[in-house]
């Protein structure tokens, strides 16, 4: 027994002293998107083939064991060549000025700018800083989009006729008395995720841009709008609202979005408030489904609806890298029109590329009609203090679990808000 | 003398309390046997059946778990850190122990109770520091890194529980060792370790299964695929499958089925340490 | 305790000491390494306010403890760790024990008993979360309750028992509570049942022969021999109860509002959700000295019972 230990002790030390050389040839790349891992396998084969480049592709997950991965990595400077940055402008740009990130605009301009205009403009914004931004850092591009994804409604089109509805609502009156009629058969209305914060920061964020248009929301950001204002109230009204009538599933701030697409796919709601990703993980779970795609119906029809989209998953490219041409080179192909068709064929995911628009799946090209209505935090001039956008959207719990009126939430934001500005005038 | 009272009073307190513990036994089984069950399900079926046996048994979901998962590779990584972690762990803590109830040096108790107190405070959030450390020193994405890192993690508890488990035994063996002019060294290899046995076997089963679980600290430090245990793969795993319920279920039950068997191999050896005296006084 | 003092010489003396001590040495060396050097850096940054990833880091002295003693949340899930350990010490524990007193008498099955009430613990907390988030699953299918206990309430003609139970403020946190117990009781009933079985059987003897009732010679016989052993298992459940989180998150995700919230999420959600480092590193202080707190004050109640 103990000649086993000494033996097994000195196995593991011999082991694990052999070192780790570089290659020469090869780039590393790490993700968090564990349902595409395969494909991007397959792509790394094609690439090695073509170029005889090695592109290591390692995927970490739950993504915020990716995040902690990478911050740590950045500390002790060994970031791959690429990786992906799952975090607020904010933290991007602390990552810019630390130096971990390339400045990719002049590649995006060579050619005459080929490879920007072969991407979504939206898609390129969120990894653009534009002149004049709040961060202070040199306006440019500094990632590259592999998808375009966006927000929306969803809706089962068999559950609806059950209820009699022929066709989806097309503004919130109508969606109310549609969720009535399905209370009516037995039938939930509206499943989200909403376990996880950031998904009712959407949906909140949503009807906000419709209900006081986008300068007043980012006006609110910047601190000359308290959350105390009338039209505030009337977004976190909303949430008492759906409640009060039984729209939404029971258990829907505990979770998380999995199990929300589990529950629409399973038929189980007849409204979803997901993610273009979702297609995907309904075709696993039931390729039967019959479902359309709506933007979440207005308020006030005469603001436009807003929802949030652009770029699905971005790559940078580590600006320490040995291998910066052969990196950027890489994600150069990888969003080439052909690469991005397998990818949307392979994963149902909304291409980032233009011109692979035209081959993909049909219920995703429903989700790429809302392209032009897009719009996302990180593209906003301002943005929320983190604090304070966690209070709000815990407060969006509360009222929904029926313990906070909406003025209470609406007070208790604005005070977190004060305290927020006071600090950062230090 | 048993009257006929007695005997029915005798009869009922039996089954009751062979009732409380069979309830209690039940709830700790249920939850195991519907893994497994699940894990025997299809994607149709398995939130519609409700039945404790279901119809068709479908194996599939094992063998297609193992090698999507990657299992195999998951495993003996797995195997070898925990192995490893348990085999480093014992040797070093039962040193420190030893040292600590038998010999004599300056600042003794200092580092005792700073092993001790180390139990108390948790790091939580430590991954930045540690990361910038292990880099410096090379060990990021090597095995050896990760073992060391997981033997820090045991070795608190185990000097401890090895410390309190020497001073409770006689010294008579050592002092004859010593007295035949083995040395220090020798008489813990020879007499104390041996002797040790029972609680040696507690503080396997405890790493062990703490190795065994363990993921957050194995996705942190190790980079390639090819050194990731087990848990770490079925992380990933159930991030790619997680709404294929009786893949997951079964990707669940093949990890959890080695360490079970660890337990009911060594469950004789545990008792026996705890029951004498590794925890008790 | 055995030790030689033949040594005369100090210089004797220094390498016997120095011999001694090499025997801590790989301990005390993998522990500064892990431990000693990322404490020193945690309670440094807790001095910082700092993002996690830019190179600058700004110097706060002790401001973010002042502000981590207003964080009337930090407190709150304090209180919810709190409200776990109790019910693990009050309900694990006595359940605990009661199934070790039961299985001490009883010598039918002992063995099959020992091996299954210590399954939980063997499982994964992962693991755990997942099958018992779906024991209680809230929702339904096709006209069906999908959670199992729903069903089984259902089924079994309670239907107004029925409830939202990892969604409703008022049970939520109470049903993490008794699945950490169902994980945790058999850790408690192994040493407890250890214990038991170290009490003299003649104990037992002497005091059938005076004439003793069962309740009697469990309070004035049991209980005292068994203390030691009872303040082991306080001790280590406080310590493992105060520092759940996986569980919780497992369970319900970033959920319910605050209700379920714990130290270590918070501290979680700091360092990930508010990007701030500093104040996740006194979080983590201020919980390591409360804990260290409890301990202290537990081994001082536990030194002056041993003398009684």
């Known amino acids: 027994m103990k000649r086993f230990l000494v033996f097994a002790l000195c196995l593991t030390l011999g082991l694990g002293c052999a070192p780790k050389k570089r290659e020469p040839n090869t780039i590393t790349l790490w993700h968090w998107m564990t349902d595409r891992q395969e494909a991007f396998e397959e792509l790394a084969r094609r690439y090695e083939e073509q170029t005889q480049i090695k592109v290591k592709i390692e995927v970490y997950a739950p993504s915020d064991a990716y995040s902690q991965k990478i911050i740590a990595a950045a500390q002790s400077k060994i970031l791959p060549d690429i990786y992906g940055i799952l975090d607020k402008k904010e933290i991007f740009a602390s990552f810019i000025e630390s130096d971990f990130v390339a400045d990719l605009t002049e590649e995006f301009q060579k050619d005459n700018g080929q490879w920007e205009q072969s991407l979504f403009e939206k898609a390129l914004n969120v990894n653009r800083f534009s002149e004049g931004n709040i961060q202070n850092i040199k306006p440019g591009i500094y990632g590259v989009p592999v998808d375009v994804t966006n927000i929306q409604m969803l809706y089962n089109k068999n559950l609806l006729k059950k209820a009699g509805i022929q066709e989806p609502p097309k503004n919130f009156k109508e969606f109310i008395a549609a969720a009535q009629a399905l209370k009516r058969v037995g039938i939930p209305a509206l499943v989200s995720g909403w376990g996880e914060l950031w998904m009712i920061d959407c949906f909140a964020s949503n009807y906000a841009f419709n209900i006081m248009g986008e300068e007043k929301v980012i006006a609110t950001y910047r601190g000359q709008v308290p959350y105390t204002d009338p039209d505030w109230i009337k977004v976190f009204n909303i949430f008492k609202d759906l409640t009060e009538k039984g729209v939404l599933v029971e258990g829907i701030v505990t979770k998380p979005n999995k199990y929300a697409e589990q529950d629409f796919a399973l038929e189980r709601a007849a409204f979803a408030f997901n993610g273009s990703w979702c297609v995907n993980v309904y075709q696993d779970m039931n390729p039967n489904l019959e479902y359309g795609v709506i933007v979440p119906p207005v308020i006030n029809e005469d603001l436009p609806a807003r929802v949030w989209g652009g770029a699905g998953s971005s790559f940078v490219v580590n600006n320490n890298s040995s291998q910066k041409e052969k990196a950027i080179a890489f994600l150069r192909w990888l969003t080439a029109a052909e690469q991005q068709v397998y990818l949307a064929e392979e994963t149902k995911n909304l291409p980032a590329n233009k011109d692979a628009l035209s081959k993909i799946p049909e219920v995703l090209s429903d989700f790429a009609k809302a392209m032009d209505k897009t719009t996302h935090p990180t593209i906003w001039p301002y943005n929320e203090f983190p604090l304070v956008t966690e209070k709000f959207t815990k407060g969006i719990q509360s009222i929904i679990i029926g313990e906070k009126t909406p003025e209470e939430v609406a007070k208790e934001v604005q005070d977190i808000k004060e305290k927020e500005m006071k600090k950062s005038k230090r | 003398m048993l009257t006929h009272h007695y005997k029915i009073t005798k009869v009922l307190k039996g089954s009751i309390i062979h009732i409380f513990l069979m309830s209690v036994a039940l709830t700790c089984l249920f939850p195991l046997f519907w893994m497994v069950r699940s894990a025997l399900m299809t994607n149709e079926t398995i939130f519609i059946d409700k039945s404790l046996f279901p119809q068709h048994l479908n194996f599939n979901n094992f063998a297609q778990a193992w090698t999507e998962g990657n299992f195999g590779l998951f495993f003996l990584n797995s195997m070898l850190y925990t192995v490893s972690v348990v085999a480093g762990i014992v040797l070093i803590s039962s040193l420190a122990a030893y040292a600590f109830s038998r010999l004599q040096f300056p600042g003794k108790n200092f580092f005792f109770y700073m092993f001790v107190g180390a139990m108390m405070i948790p790091l939580p959030g430590s991954f930045v520091p540690l990361y910038v450390l292990m880099n410096k020193l090379g060990l990021i994405n090597t095995r050896i890194g990760y073992i060391l890192c997981m033997i820090n993690v045991g070795l608190s508890m185990s000097i401890l529980l090895l410390k309190t488990f020497f001073d409770k035994m006689p010294a008579d063996l050592e002092d004859a060792a010593r007295i035949d002019g083995c040395s220090k060294l020798g008489i813990w290899w020879h007499v104390a370790l041996p002797l040790a046995k029972p609680a040696i076997a507690v503080i396997v089963i405890f790493n062990a299964l703490s190795v065994w679980n363990e993921y957050i600290l194995a996705t942190l430090l190790l980079n390639d695929k090819s050194l990731m245990p087990l848990q770490r793969g079925m992380m990933v795993f159930q991030g790619a499958h997680s709404v294929d319920y009786p893949l997951l279920m079964a990707g669940l039950t093949i990890a959890a089925a080695p360490i079970i068997l660890i337990y009911l191999l060594m469950q004789r050896h545990i008792i026996k340490g705890l029951v004498s005296g590794a925890i008790v006084g | ?308």
């Open chain 3, 1 to 308: 305790m055995a030790s030689v003092s033949t040594f005369t010489s100090p210089l004797a003396k220094f390498k016997n000491n120095f011999v001694n001590f090499s025997f801590i040495l790989p301990a005390v060396l993998i522990f500064s390494i892990f431990y000693i050097f990322p404490f020193i850096e945690i309670f440094n940054l807790s001095l910082h306010e700092w993002n996690g990833i830019s190179l600058h880091r700004t110097f706060v002295g002790l401001d973010n403890f002042k502000e981590l003693m207003q964080d009337s949340i930090w407190w709150q899930s304090m209180g919810h760790a709190g409200f776990i350990t109790l019910i693990a010490l009050t309900f694990q524990n006595m359940v605990a024990f009661a199934l070790a007193l039961a299985c001490d008498r009883e010598i039918r099955l002992q063995r099959f008993y020992r091996v299954v009430f210590f399954i939980p613990p063997v499982l994964s907390e992962v693991v755990v979360g997942l099958i018992w988030q779906w024991i209680l699953y809230s929702g339904m299918q096709g006209g069906e309750h999908i959670g199992l206990l729903n069903y089984f309430l259902y089924k079994t003609g309670l239907p107004h028992l029925v409830n939202n139970w990892l969604s409703n403020p008022d049970t939520a946190l109470t049903c993490i509570a008794i699945v950490h117990c169902w994980k945790g009781f058999g850790w408690g009933f192994i040493m407890l049942l250890a214990g038991l079985q170290t009490i003299d059987r003649q104990l037992y003897e002497a005091a059938k022969v005076d004439g003793a009732g069962s309740w009697h010679t469990f309070i004035h016989v049991t209980i005292p021999m068994m203390i030691p052993v009872i303040l082991v298992v306080v001790i280590l459940t406080i310590l493992g109860s105060m520092q759940v989180f996986v569980l919780v998150l497992s369970m319900v995700g970033q959920g319910l509002a605050y209700h379920t919230e714990v130290p270590v999420t918070r501290i979680l959600a700091a360092m990930a959700g508010t990007n701030r480092f500093g104040y996740a590193c006194a979080m983590g202080i201020n919980f390591g000295v409360i804990l260290v707190a409890t301990s202290f004050i537990l081994k001082k109640v536990s030194d002056r019972v041993k003398q009684a």
